[in-house]
């Protein structure tokens, strides 16, 4: 019951953050633009995206990942004790820093074919937040260990929150607001400006990271720009890019 309550808090925050920052997007002139000039299935593309991350994402995660772990080792539920706040940061940091790798190893080679379609938008706003091929959610690490771990962990509290802040910073390194997120202590974040640079045209394999940009500077992976670049995504054609979406093929 208290899982059900903190998860329907936590959807509550998230979709009022969401509206929030699609909303803030329409007072910059160039994103309004960009957004009202996007086709109808590209609209259609990047609601199914976000209704699978947001619906049923956390339905695989509590229905198969939660009542399966239930059923096969239910001796083990609740089974780690551990402070609120080390469950704050082994969400919050160290499953982010698997994530940078994860991340990563989906620029490369074979792995590339199913997260294309994340940099296939031509415009930077929160809709692509969740624009992945359908069979991508299941290679996110996080995917797997958040159902684990709420599973596992007696006091889920810290972990939980842990997770609906990765959620709320998602959703604002996608959003184009905030450039506040170049300051200290925000620029230990994946500011907006980061994560645009890893979608843009011009600079490649930059800026993996999800919450922290810090896993980036310590891999030589990060790339500083203070303006967002001119041109964004793949330029993919429609077909392919619904193509991708169920193959994974670019
Ligand atoms: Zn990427
Ligand atoms: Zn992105």
């Given at each position: 019951?208290?899982?059900?309550?903190?998860?329907?808090?936590?959807?509550?925050?998230?979709?009022?953050?969401?509206?929030?920052?699609?909303?803030?997007?329409?007072?910059?002139?160039?994103t309004r633009r960009e957004m009202l000039a996007r086709p109808l299935s590209i609209w259609i593309l990047d609601l199914?995206?976000?209704?699978?991350?947001?619906?049923?994402?956390?339905?695989?995660?509590?229905?198969?990942?939660?009542?399966?772990?239930?059923?096969?080792?239910?001796?083990?539920?609740?089974?780690?004790?551990?402070?609120?706040?080390?469950?704050?940061?082994?969400?919050?940091?160290?499953?982010?820093?698997?994530?940078?790798?994860?991340?990563?190893?989906?620029?490369?080679?074979?792995?590339?074919?199913?997260?294309?379609?994340?940099?296939?938008g031509e415009s930077?706003d929160?809709f692509t937040?969740?624009?992945?091929?359908?069979?991508?959610?299941?290679?996110?690490?996080?995917?797997?260990?958040?159902?684990?771990?709420?599973?596992?962990?007696?006091?889920?509290?810290?972990?939980?929150?842990?997770?609906?802040?990765?959620?709320?910073?998602?959703?604002?390194?996608?959003?184009?607001?905030?450039?506040?997120?170049?300051?200290?202590?925000?620029?230990?974040?994946?500011?907006?400006?980061?994560?645009?640079?890893?979608?843009?045209?011009?600079?490649?394999?930059?800026?993996?990271?999800?919450?922290?940009?810090?896993?980036?500077?310590?891999?030589?992976?990060?790339?500083?720009?203070?303006?967002?670049?001119?041109?964004?995504g793949?330029?993919?054609?429609t077909?392919?890019?619904?193509?991708?979406?169920?193959?994974?093929?670019?």
């Open positions: 019951m208290d899982l059900e309550l903190s998860q329907a808090t936590k959807y509550i925050f998230i979709v009022a953050i969401f509206w929030l920052a699609a909303g803030l997007v329409f007072f910059n002139r160039d199914v995206g976000l209704t699978i991350h947001g619906v049923l994402v956390p339905v695989f995660q509590y229905y198969i990942i939660f009542k399966s772990m239930d059923y096969l080792v239910p001796e083990y539920r609740s089974s780690i004790v551990i402070h609120p706040t080390v469950g704050f940061l082994f969400s919050f940091v160290f499953i982010d820093y698997l994530y940078y790798w994860n991340h990563r190893i989906l620029h490369t080679g074979f792995f590339w074919r199913f997260h294309h379609l994340h940099h296939s930077f929160v937040t969740s624009r992945n091929s359908a069979i991508t959610t299941l290679l996110i690490v996080y995917i797997w260990m958040n159902g684990a771990c709420i599973f596992l962990i007696q006091d889920r509290g810290g972990f939980a929150l842990g997770v609906l802040l990765s959620n709320l910073l998602d959703l604002w390194r996608h959003s184009r607001i905030g450039f506040w997120g170049r300051f200290f202590p925000f620029s230990i974040f994946c500011s907006p400006i980061d994560h645009s640079w890893h979608h843009s045209r011009e600079v490649y394999g930059r800026n993996f990271g999800g919450n922290f940009i810090i896993w980036d500077k310590i891999h030589g992976t990060y790339y500083a720009n203070r303006e967002l670049p001119k041109k964004f793949l330029a993919l054609p077909e392919t890019i619904w193509r991708s979406f169920w193959k994974g093929m670019p």
